[in-house]
């Protein structure tokens, strides 16, 4: 099904019965095929509502740049046209900075809240990493300096191409210009001021090898967001809720029914 909201047609998907309702949001680059694991148990005690981000899987695109802000919004804006408030919310990486923002701004929304390998916290760049944005900002004035000259055709956007290759993330070069924009506004966004906001009971889910979001993400959120705690899954890396599929549920289980069948 689809759902027009802020100017992008957003796919969903409901299963089961039963309330409160249960949300479920994906990472970047996921779509709603990667909980199905989660929503097929879940949804036998619960209505599950699961969600394709705008500029992932069945939904449209954003009609102009979007950041956080505006995933945020057109979640909330969700929410209320599925009648789903309060409703627990289960999200993973951008899904969990989304629902962050979402439970500080709008906390009549949301019941409780599993996050899992949660994005939206920024990392100290190293020295290294330093060195490596201040050399590709240099190549790119070059390049923008001969593109102004417009004498050398489509050489500076080939560079220009080239560095974004070498020097951009595997997310960011897979997407296409339009997309780019989003996803630098979303990355750009520091979650860490609206974390003692978060009225809502929140259980960290974190795989211990996550390389993505690093364990002191969850730590951090933990020390700061007033109602939450942090379950390490051993041996998980960024996709821990996948690969530590059935830990993950019965902890989640516990949380949401206090483990009753």
Same mark, same amino acid.
């Given at each position: ?51 394709? *981000? ?134 750009? *966004? ?51 809720y996948l690969e530590k599929c059935?830990?993950?549920?019965r902890i989640v289980d516990e ?7």
């Open positions: 099904m689809h759902i027009e909201l802020r100017g992008a047609s957003v796919y969903y998907e409901q299963h089961g019965a039963g309330k409160p309702d249960v949300l479920l949001l994906h990472g970047w680059g996921c779509e709603t095929a990667l909980w199905k694991p989660v929503y097929e148990h879940l949804s036998r005690r619960r209505r599950v509502t699961v969600i394709d *981000f705008p500029g992932h899987g069945q939904s449209g695109r954003p009609p102009v740049p979007w950041g956080a802000e505006d995933f945020a919004a057109m979640t909330a804006e969700l929410i209320e046209a599925l009648s789903l408030a309060p409703c627990d919310i289960i999200a993973h990486s951008h899904g969990g900075r989304v629902a962050l923002l979402l439970a500080a701004e709008r906390p009549e929304l949301v019941g409780k809240m599993v996050l899992t390998g949660a994005a939206g916290l920024r990392a100290e760049p190293t020295p290294a990493q330093r060195r490596r944005s201040r050399t590709y900002r240099r190549l790119r004035r070059w390049s923008d300096m001969l593109d102004a000259l417009k004498i050398l055709g489509p050489l500076p956007e080939h560079m220009r191409a080239a560095l974004r290759r070498k020097y951009g993330s595997a997310d960011y070069n897979a997407l296409d210009e339009e997309m780019r924009k989003t996803f630098v506004k979303v990355v750009n *966004f520091d979650i860490a001021p609206y974390l003692p906001r978060v009225q809502a009971s929140t259980l960290l889910l974190w795989g211990s090898e996550d390389t993505e979001t690093p364990l002191w993400m969850g730590r951090k959120m933990e020390a700061e967001i007033p109602d939450a705690g942090l379950a390490v899954l051993q041996g998980g890396t960024h996709f821990a059935g830990e993950f549920l949380y949401l029914f206090g483990g009753t069948a």
